[in-house]
């Protein structure tokens, strides 16, 4: 009897940005400065004030200094009102306004949802505690989703500070029409906080896929991506990826069908079916397998549901429209357990099932008490043949996946083979044979094994890796005979095997017709020639990222992966036609940055410095002491707020001292030395300049 298990994933593409954060490195923990360490350390510079260091006499200045800010702020006060310069040429920018869309007056009374919110300016944040707090204690939201609405505490701005670490979070996240809203960072930063996916359809962002928390506020798929965010302001909202869920999903079924069902097929974004004829006693029966393979998913971090039925579907009803994890169904009864099942389950249209449930036909089981001739007469035969499909009256076509075959090439001998020339004679042969296989496949080799079998068991392994796909024989020959000494053959080598690792696609290369034109040099086999020496983990190349963070201002790119796609032409009506400015370089000239940026800056030890805007005079890093003798700075950079709400108050002021010996570093202070939600005062070492 055939046995069917459908595995039904029903929040796959949340699962898998949740995996991918979790994969992120942990920020690091800052630790706070106390304010009683301050005294001493502002009684000891303020002894060494005549011989402090003087950073406007020390080379310029840099945005973000107060000394320089407070000259430019008088002579814009002395301006008349309608001569003043914007906000936006200042730099400057605007707290976030109250959403557009405000909730009515409750049925059961009450004041009404958001009303007598208190907002405080940034400037009046730290300064007014208690008007925060008393309206805290007065006011009683409406909603539980309007908890946290005053984001103007000292808690919440302690609560940022901790979670800003010096690395400013590397994550990137949403993208036009999907950023998170500046108003309450708490609330969209929390684990448990309401979450959806969005994705462009034409002119609008709608939600396509949502959380069960973001589900029970209200939010449905489709659903257009600014009433979602109206109806939960605290929504955390992430781009949606179709082709990356899909290319997960058919790796997820390649996987089961070597090692679970030689036959896996998807039905749909998040479903798969495993026919588990005459498998399921190989993994201790149908109850045992289903929970192993649910624990192995629930390891991964994806939530899953999985029924077994006699056909696939009752099986895929059962696992989308019943609530257990687990279910196993009897052979023989799946037509009792789809019959209270609704009408929906049988993957009708729509229209089929909106007509059905005006006529009163709600469930399964009513559906097949109907007459077949006129619900045939009626519906057409889409209906009755997926009820038949579902009960087993008529077969379901299913395209179950086929895993792709490792291409590999072996070579036995019938005498063991332990001399150079021998194992590179062989090894031409084996490459040859590789290159007609991956001719045939379409397909380049980027990674290469060869396996060596000797005599007493004990393998030998060497490897190569390529930067472009290649299945030139002379030249994956010639990366190969570099490592054959390091084969160690003993007694000598029964066999010899080559695999191919990793490959992609290659097709034809275009050819220039113009017999003057000039060649390109191809670099990939000087490179591949060094990365055979040295690995190709330390060949790369550096890509200028737009972004005022230094650490997220460069990317390292493959050696030889093939450069950004250009944008693609606009219409004749476009108005960006208008602009003739050059594109803007990513990394400003007048702000030197280090030749060595460290991977993360590393926190500095007894640091003396003036707050706010003075240079440290001596740092402890690494152990060793420096005094410093010249500096050059602050150069301010806030936070990217525009991205994610945890940097909206988040700022670094940039120094470059030089020490008694003449080297020069590149540091930081967490915090503008005015407000303690900005930072926590520390100090941390971030590049080496030459």
Not at 125 to 153: E, M, W, Y
Not at 187 to 192: Q, V
Not at 224 to 237: F, K, M, N, S
Not at 609 to 630: K, M, S
């Amino acid at each position: 009897m055939q046995r069917v298990a459908a595995l039904f994933l029903p929040h796959w593409s949340l699962d898998r940005v949740r995996r991918a954060e979790r994969r992120a490195p942990p920020p690091e923990r800052a630790h706070p400065l106390s304010p009683d360490a301050l005294g001493p350390v502002q009684a000891i510079a303020a002894a060494e004030q005549d011989a402090a260091c003087s950073v406007q006499r020390g080379g310029g200045w840099r945005p973000g200094a107060r000394w320089a800010r407070g000259e430019r702020d008088a002579a814009i006060a002395a301006l008349p009102p309608h001569q003043r310069p914007p906000l936006r040429e200042l730099g400057r920018r605007s707290e976030a306004a109250d959403p557009v869309f405000k909730r009515m007056r409750p049925d059961e009374g009450g004041a009404m949802a958001g009303g007598g919110v208190v907002r405080l300016p940034l400037a009046g944040r730290d300064a007014a505690p208690s008007v925060a707090a008393s309206a805290r204690t007065t006011l009683a939201p409406s909603s539980p989703r309007r908890r946290g609405s005053i984001d103007s505490s000292g808690e919440d701005g302690a609560a940022t500070a901790r979670r800003m670490d010096p690395r400013l979070r590397g994550d990137d996240g949403g993208g036009r029409g999907e950023r998170r809203s500046r108003a309450r960072p708490a609330l969209a930063d929390a684990p448990d906080a309401p979450r959806v996916l969005s994705r462009r359809i034409g002119s609008r962002s709608a939600v396509t896929a949502a959380c069960p928390a973001a589900m029970a506020a209200g939010i449905r798929i489709g659903m257009a991506l600014t009433q979602a965010r109206a109806l939960v302001p605290e929504l955390r909202i992430d781009p949606a990826d179709p082709d990356g869920d899909h290319a997960d999903l058919e790796r997820l079924a390649h996987s089961l069908a070597r090692r679970w069902s030689p036959s896996v097929s998807i039905a749909g974004d998040d479903l798969l079916l495993l026919d588990l004829t005459g498998v399921a006693h190989l993994h201790g029966g149908e109850a045992r397998m289903l929970r192993r393979l649910h624990a192995l998913l629930a390891r991964t971090g994806f939530a899953s549901r999985i029924a077994v039925a006699d056909t696939a579907g009752s099986a895929r009803a059962l696992a989308r429209f019943r609530a257990s994890p687990l279910l196993c169904c009897p052979p023989g009864e799946h037509g009792a357990w789809l019959a209270p099942l609704p009408v929906e389950a049988l993957r009708l249209e729509s229209d089929a099932t909106a007509l059905l449930q005006r006529l009163g036909v709600d469930s399964i089981g009513q559906l097949a008490a109907l007459p077949r001739a006129p619900l045939v007469r009626r519906f057409g035969t889409v209906i009755a043949a997926r009820l038949d499909q579902a009960l087993g009256r008529i077969p379901e076509p299913v395209t179950p996946v086929i895993p792709p075959e490792p291409i590999a090439v072996t070579q036995r001998f019938a005498e063991p083979i332990a001399t150079p020339e021998a194992i590179a004679h062989w090894l031409g042969d084996l490459v040859r044979r590789l290159a007609e296989a991956l001719a045939e496949a379409g397909q380049g080799a980027r990674r290469i094994g060869l396996v060596a079998d000797r005599v007493d068991g004990v393998p030998q392994r060497i490897g190569i890796g390529l930067a472009r796909a290649s299945r030139d024989p002379a030249h994956l020959l010639r990366l190969l005979a570099r490592r054959i000494d390091s084969i160690e053959p003993g007694y000598g080598l029964d066999a010899m095997t080559l695999h191919l690792l990793r490959s992609e696609p290659l097709g034809a290369l275009p050819v220039d017709e113009r017999l003057d034109a000039e060649t390109v040099p191809d670099l990939a086999p000087l490179i591949d020639a060094l990365a055979t020496r040295i690995g190709m983990a330390r060949l790369w190349r550096m890509q200028a990222v737009e972004s005022d963070v230094p650490e997220r201002s460069a990317a390292a790119l493959p050696p030889l992966d093939p450069p950004e796609r250009e944008a693609p032409p606009m219409k004749a009506d476009d108005v960006r036609r208008l602009d003739r400015n050059a594109p803007l370089p990513p990394w400003h000239p007048d702000w030197p940055r280090p030749i060595r940026l460290l991977r993360r800056p590393e926190r500095l030890d007894h640091v003396l410095a003036e707050l706010p805007d003075q240079p440290p005079r001596r740092f402890t890093w690494r152990g060793e002491r420096h005094e410093v003798v010249r500096a050059d700075g602050p150069e301010r950079i806030h936070g990217e707020w525009w991205k994610r709400a945890a940097e909206t108050h988040a700022t670094r002021d940039y120094f470059r001292v030089e020490d008694e010996r003449g080297r020069r570093y590149w540091l930081f202070r967490q915090g503008d030395g005015e407000r303690g939600v900005t930072g926590d005062l520390s100090w941390y070492l971030h590049g080496l300049f030459g």
